[in-house]
C-alpha cells in the first residue's frame, strides 16, 4: 500500500515553534540539490557563515550552522566546551534551562543548579554564590520559551568573565526577535535554531564560538565525546580545509541562507521593531478582555507571549477550537505552567499586524462560546488603536 499523498493542511503557527516558514523560504528549499562539496555550495556555505556573523553580531571565525534542530546547538556548545569533572553553572527558571543540565550532566559536568521562580530572569547578585566556586562555564537561557522571560545577558555575562568562567548562551527564540550582541556582550558559545524567529523550518542550528572558547576546546585533554558535533572537525568542513566530515544538509542550508538575507534585507532593528509593535498590539488586545501576562514585568519578549488562562476556562478546548475552526496554532503549558498558561508566538515571519487581529477575533469567538465575559470586540479595537 502506498500512503496518501501530502496535503498539509494551511495554518497559522503561533506557538512557541515552529513559526511560519516566509514563502521565499520554502521556495529556496525547493531548490535543485548539489554535492556538499561542489563548489556553489561550499560559497553558499561562505555567504551563510558571513550573514549569520551579522546577525549574531560577531566576527566569531567560528560561526556555522550545526546539522539538527536547537538542541543539537546546545548539546554542541555543552560538549565541546566541559570535560568530565568539570564545574559547570546552569541558570534554571523554565524547561530549557532544565534541559541544559540533562545535558552538561551527560557530558560529565559537575552540575550546580541556579534556579529562580518560572517567569522570572537572573541577576548577577543571584549568581554570585555559584560563581564563588569557579566554575569553567556558566550557562544560561535568553529568551525562555517555556515561559517568556527575557533575560539581559550583558551584566550576568560581565559577573561570569570576572569569576574567570565561559558564558554559553541559549538563544534558540532570541535570535531575530530581540537585540543580540555576541562580541559586545562577550558571550563565548552561543546557539540558536531555525524555526523560531528565522521564519525557517526545523533543522538547523546556527552557532557561534568566541576564540576564547576555541582555545578551550583545542586544548582539551579528552576527545569530545560526540563524534558528530566536535568543533574541532566540523572546522575543517566549515573552514578553509574543507574536509569532509558529514553530508551537509544542503537544502536547508539553502532555506536558512535565504531567512537570513530576508532578516538583513529588513535590518535588525527593523526587525527587532516589528516584534515589539506586533507585541505591543497583541498585549493591549488581552489586556482589554482581562487576560494578563505570566512573566515578570519588564522582562517579557515580544515573540512569546505567556498568558494566565482565565479561570473557568477550558484549556485544551480554546485550543483545538482555535486549531480546527481557525487554523491556527498556540502552545499549551509547559512544566510548572501546564494547564495554566497559553504561549503565543509572534516569530519571524509570523509577526504581523494580519495575525494579531486575526488571533484575538478567533480567541474572542471561542471565548464568548465558553461564557467568559468580556466587552466583545474591545481586543481588536485595543490592538488596532496601536497601530495607528
Ligand atoms: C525550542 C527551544 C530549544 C530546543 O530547540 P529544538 O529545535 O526543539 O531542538 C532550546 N531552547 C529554547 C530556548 C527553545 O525555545
Known sequence: MIAPELHPPVRLLMGPGPSDTHPRVLQALAKGTVGHLDPFYLETMNGLQDMLRQVFRTQNPMTMAISGTGSAGMEATVVNLIEPGDAMVVCVNGVFGGRMVDVAERAGAKVTKVEKPWGHVFTPEDLAPALASKPKVVGIVM??????????????????????????????????????????????????????????????????????????????????????????????????????????????????????????????????ARHKKNHEALRAGLAAIGIRYSTQEGHILPQLNAVHIPEGVDDAKVRSTLLTRFGIEIGAGLGAFKGKVWRIGLMGYGSRQANVLLFLSALEQVLAEQDYLFQHGSSVAAANDTYV
Open 143 to 272: 529568551a525562555e520559551t517555556s515561559t517568556g522571560a527575557h533575560q539581559p545577558i550583558e551584566a550576568i555575562s560581565k559577573a561570569v568573565h570576572e569569576a574567570g568562567a565561559l558564558l554559553l548562551v541559549d538563544a534558540v527564540t532570541a535570535l531575530g526577535g530581540v537585540p543580540l550582541e555576541v562580541d559586545a556582550w562577550n558571550i563565548d558559545a552561543i546557539y540558536s535554531g531555525t524555526q523560531k524567529c528565522l521564519s525557517c523550518p526545523p533543522g538547523l542550528s546556527p552557532v557561534s564560538f568566541s576564540p576564547r572558547a576555541m582555545e578551550v576546546v583545542m586544548s582539551r585533554k579528552t576527545k569530545v565525546q560526540s563524534w558528530y558535533l566536535d568543533v574541532s572537525m566540523l572546522a575543517n568542513y566549515w573552514g578553509q580545509n574543507r574536509v569532509y566530515h558529514h553530508t551537509g544538509p544542503i537544502n536547508m542550508t539553502y532555506g536558512l541562507y535565504e531567512a537570513l538575507r530576508l532578516i538583513l534585507e529588513e535590518g535588525l532593528e527593523n526587525c527587532f
